[in-house]
């Protein structure tokens, strides 16, 4: 049971567009979602995070959007740059056991 | 600080073999978590220290799985009598909390052959 998905296995976008990586999660128990980067052969690095009471969260040039009603998150990158091609995960945080499910990823592709 | 180092980053061990890594996590963080990731998923939680106590195992950390962070710094991961299904990488990461964010290792690739 997949309490943490990730529709999209790859996405391609031209450089000065912009990326939506989304992300849909079916318990309403998780409190913090997140987005993380990762690089091959590197450990994930975080990205952005949100609180499930906020809607939205905005660090430079990603934004994320929070649907509690529709269970779904989306992680928009805008201007896409060629160093932002990677594989994204969304993460989500279950307060009960301190434990972040994860999505299988969605690698981004940044066409020059 | 040069963030949350993991040792060895690569590891190949024959079938019943028992392997140790190890985890170095930021100085200032008091929760550290190992994480476990297989190709073409997301990492799965193995289990996670608040400072030296083991607050969470998951129930994919079996009896053959043990983890250790004696004095609230550094951890280790033991896996006894290796099976090729633990063939994975080992991810090691460390807290505040969640909303700041884990940062995480470089992980160790693990291969049981």
């Known amino acids: 049971d997949q309490q943490v998905k990730q529709n999209s296995p790859s996405l391609s976008v031209q450089e000065g567009r912009i990326s939506i990586l989304n992300c849909d999660y079916t318990n309403s128990m998780f409190d913090y979602f997140l987005w993380y980067k990762k690089y091959p052969a590197e450990g994930p690095t975080f990205l952005i995070s949100?609180?499930?009471i906020k809607d939205k969260n905005e660090d430079g040039r990603f934004t994320v959007f929070l649907n509690k009603s529709a269970k779904h998150l989306s992680l928009h990158i805008v201007p896409s740059q060629p160093g932002d091609s990677a594989v994204y995960f969304c993460?989500?945080?279950?307060?009960?056991?301190?434990?972040?499910?994860w999505g299988a990823g969605t690698k981004l592709i940044i066409k020059p | 600080d040069t963030g949350v180092s993991q040792d060895p980053r690569h590891k190949i061990t024959k079938r019943g073999q028992n392997v140790t890594f190890r985890c170095d996590p930021i100085?200032?963080?008091?929760?550290l978590y190992w994480y476990r990731q297989t190709l073409g998923q997301g990492p799965e939680f193995l289990t996670y220290?608040?400072?030296?106590?083991?607050?969470?195992k998951s129930r994919l950390l079996s009896d053959r799985f043990s983890a250790e962070r004696p004095k609230g710094s550094f951890s280790t991961l033991e896996i006894q009598r290796t099976e090729q299904g633990d063939s994975a990488m080992y991810l090691c990461a460390s807290s505040f909390g969640v909303d700041y964010g884990y940062t995480f290792g470089s992980g160790t690739r693990l291969t049981v052959v």
């Open positions: 100085s200032e963080h008091n929760r």
């Open positions: 993460a989500a945080s279950d307060p009960s056991n301190y434990q972040l499910i």
């Open positions: 949100i609180s499930s």
């Open positions: 220290f608040q400072n030296e106590a083991q607050l969470e």
